[in-house]
């Protein structure tokens, strides 16, 4: 999938004047009074970065740089490619010699007398003047980014937080090409932290060709975000192909109560990241004493993620043996943070590997040692693979191991048998604690929506209202005030029936297996039924808010509600005007605009059928021709003129029995509302049984 935000249109826009684009050569014995126009003429980087116009190229030769204690973190203000690696013997359209160890840019990893520490680079546009940077065949490493606020992230960054120790990336196009990211942070002390190697923001970042995060840290004791790589925000998008992403730490104190998420990355708040053909590896969420989700990545807050052909392998949520709090998703976990955040929309596809990974080895409880998926989350696996994770890694461990491979939160809905995934080998504890499903823990959740007077008395689920798939329960509720209505009770929109077990008193039994995802149960008592008994040939109904079909016609509103309906006629019934029945009255058709008619019923107090005719004579079989009625728990049907097809449904749409019927024919059906098609014509029959 592409690119999700539109950059404004002064991205896109270079310089027209024909103005040729320059070269900048900077080394290591650069001087600041120097043009930079050769190599016996060289700058230093920031005198290069200063004097670049739009469009323009630095170059870089091999040696170690270091940000100056006044001068802050190197910055990218304009339309650049800096290169580096160059040994000062290429020809002019060369590529460099050297590698990406060859040129390394520091920048200044604690304050000391000298001055204040700074991050590597700032890159930065503007909000509607966004630049387009090409950083290539560089490492950047010792960057702490700790209140380094240049002017120009007015607006963007707050102070007391730490940003990007290697790079911070805004309102830009930014490409990173054989560039290593390692030995960086983003705080060095208790205050919050994102994004240890990089922080993006606003912004879209390519990291592409050998490159590789590593070996970075969000945060030395506050909360930690994203130890390698913090993508956040609208317009945030992050595309990384064929990289590494490994060994970095979102929270790297051992006694550091704060809560680390995304050990190698951490994707949030509408963020965008996808990664193909990468490799996440030996991350950790925290080495302290505090919560931690997500040891490879953390996902959420209305962010997306896309993994495709990747391997997730060795990552860690919490990686400190005396940590008493709970570890999510060792290898990923995608979800809200906190109760008032939403989730994130994640597709996990192609081949991508979760292996060998560890939600916690503390004394906590741990929660899906390859994947921890929240209930706000959506999550679609194809091609996958989870294998040989852990959720509780630690013999001394009393806690609980929830999910070995996958912990699948209540109210997820993903139907893991759907899908094209291998979940095999885990394992939920290695400790003491009870043992919750190695490979796969999935619950989902029930919802009771009962109708005014209907209070319930029981339920065999325990609060709150959960179930594993192949769960089954009871539900037991009383009915007042309405003697002669027999309750109607919809599971997911399929009706049961219940069973009368006292005065007013009724039991469901709900069987889950067929079931996908979470439950709704609606019970109704003051109800009513819109029901199309007959529509003609040629004629389509649309009803807005729920599904109609050949086999759905039947249709539940409480008391005082209001349906809305719209039929039209084929091109072949283009010139006929419908006839319309309402409980056996005809009523005239309002019509709507391009050829379509439509029926509004407020206030609704009793049950409607509706037949739709383009004559009053249009049903094949005549009503005194069929007739379908209930009699000692049978649904009889008599054809007496000819053989006919009948189908019976739910008033969901399942179908219940099928035959032709010629004379008279019993058909044996548990009590309940049915959908009878006998012919051309559909009616309403209630199957009771007999008494």
């Not at 996958?384 to 939160?409: C, F, K, R, W």
Request: charged letters at 15%; aromatic letters at 8%.
């Amino acid at each position: 999938m592409g690119i999700r935000h539109l950059l404004p249109l002064a991205a896109l826009c270079f310089s027209l004047s024909g103005t040729a684009q320059s070269i900048f050569y900077v080394k290591t014995d650069g001087s600041g009074d120097q043009t930079g126009s050769s190599w016996n003429n060289a700058a230093t980087l920031y005198t290069a970065l200063r004097n670049t116009s739009g469009g323009d190229t630095v170059r870089i030769a091999q040696g170690d740089y270091y940000t100056a204690a006044d001068s802050g973190s190197w910055q990218i203000v304009k339309n650049l490619t800096v290169t580096g690696g160059y040994d000062e013997t290429e020809a002019d359209s060369a590529k460099p010699n050297g590698n990406v160890s060859t040129t390394v840019l520091h920048g200044r990893k604690q304050s000391d007398a000298e001055g204040t520490n700074n991050r590597v680079i700032t890159i930065a546009g503007a909000p509607f003047n966004y630049i387009r940077v090409t950083l290539e065949n560089l490492t950047i490493t010792g960057g702490n980014g700790h209140n380094d606020l240049p002017q120009r992230l007015s607006g963007v960054a707050q102070s007391g937080f730490g940003y990007g120790g290697g790079l911070f990336n805004c309102y830009a196009e930014t490409v990173l090409r054989d560039v290593t990211v390692a030995g960086n942070i983003a705080a060095d002390n208790n205050d919050p932290a994102a994004g240890g190697g990089i922080y993006n923001t606003r912004a879209a970042l390519t990291i592409t060709g050998n490159s590789e995060v590593k070996d970075n840290s969000a945060s030395a004791g506050g909360k930690g975000f994203g130890g390698g790589i913090a993508n956040c925000g609208v317009g945030a998008t992050l595309l990384m192909d064929n990289g590494i992403v490994r060994g970095n730490t979102a929270v790297d104190h051992p006694e550091s109560y704060r809560s680390g998420y995304g050990g190698g990355i951490y994707n949030e708040n509408s963020g965008y990241a996808k990664l193909t053909g990468t490799l996440i590896e030996d991350n950790t969420a925290t080495t302290g004493l505090g919560e931690a989700r997500g040891g490879g990545i953390a996902s959420g807050n209305n962010s997306r993620l896309i993994l495709s052909d990747v391997l997730m392998e060795g990552n860690t949520a919490v990686r400190n043996p005396f940590n008493a709090a709970e570890g999510y998703g060792g290898g990923l976990y995608s979800g809200g943070f906190d109760t008032e955040e939403s989730g994130s929309a994640v597709e996990l596809s192609d081949g991508t590997v979760v292996r060998n990974n560890i939600a916690t080895v503390g004394l906590g409880h741990g929660y899906g040692g390859g994947i921890a998926a929240a209930k706000t989350n959506t999550l679609t696996p194809d091609g996958l693979i989870v294998e040989g994770n852990t959720a509780v890694y630690n013999p001394d461990n009393m806690s609980a191991g929830y999910g070995g491979g996958i912990y699948s939160e209540a109210g997820l809905g993903t139907d893991w048998a759907a899908f094209d995934v291998a979940i095999r080998t885990n394992t939920a504890t290695t400790g003491r604690g009870e043992s919750i499903d190695n490979n796969l823990y999935q619950r989902q959740t029930v919802t009771i929506l009962p109708d005014r007077g209907v209070e319930i008395l029981s339920t065999t689920l325990k609060e709150p209202l959960i179930f594993a798939p192949g769960d089954n329960f009871d539900l037991i509720f009383k009915a007042e005030g309405y003697a002669n209505r027999t309750p109607v009770v919809m599971v997911n929109d399929i009706s049961i029936n219940p069973e009368k077990i006292g005065d007013n008193i009724y039991k469901c039994h709900i069987a889950t297996d067929n079931i996908k995802g979470n439950i709704t149960i609606k019970i109704y008592i003051n109800i009513f039924s819109v029901t199309f008994i007959e529509i003609a040939k040629g004629i389509t109904v649309n009803f807005l808010g729920n599904t109609f079909s050949e086999a759905r016609r039947y249709f539940l509103f409480p008391v005082g509600d209001t349906a809305r309906f719209s039929f039209a006629a084929d091109n072949a019934h283009r010139n006929e005007r419908p006839f319309i029945y309402i409980n056996g009255k005809q009523h005239s058709p309002v019509e709507t605009a391009g050829g379509k008619y439509e029926l509004l019923f407020e206030n609704i107090a009793e049950n409607i059928d509706i037949k739709l005719r383009f004559s009053p004579d249009a049903a094949v079989f005549p009503e005194n021709t069929v007739l379908t009625y209930s009699r000692n728990g049978f649904l009889i049907v008599e054809s007496p003129a000819a053989e006919i097809p009948v189908t019976v449904y739910t008033p969901a749409g399942q179908i219940q029995a099928r035959c032709q019927v010629s004379g008279t024919k019993s058909i044996a059906l548990p009590e309940g509302m049915y959908m009878v098609k006998a012919g051309a014509e559909v009616r309403k029959v209630i199957v009771k049984d007999a008494l």
